[in-house]
């Protein structure tokens, strides 16, 4: 989560669509990792989902499979 004496805010949030095009993964696999709270931390606004890219990065950071 954001604060401000731990980092500045993300330039813009990404939309869900832009998200799975970054990952190279279907939307609705991405909406499937939402689902099972697998995938990266989103936020709801409104309607809509979005995702913080640097939160997306760590998240796939994580994934590494050379990760401990």
Do not use: C
């Amino acid at each position: 989560m954001f604060t401000s004496a731990s980092r500045k805010p993300p330039s813009r949030l990404w939309s869900h669509q832009e998200t799975a095009d970054f990952l190279q993964i279907p939307a609705a696999t991405l909406h499937q990792l939402n689902h099972k709270r697998t995938g990266p931390r989103s936020y709801k606004v409104g309607r809509h989902r979005r995702y913080d890219p640097t939160e997306v990065m760590a998240w796939l950071e994580s994934r590494a499979s050379d990760a401990a």
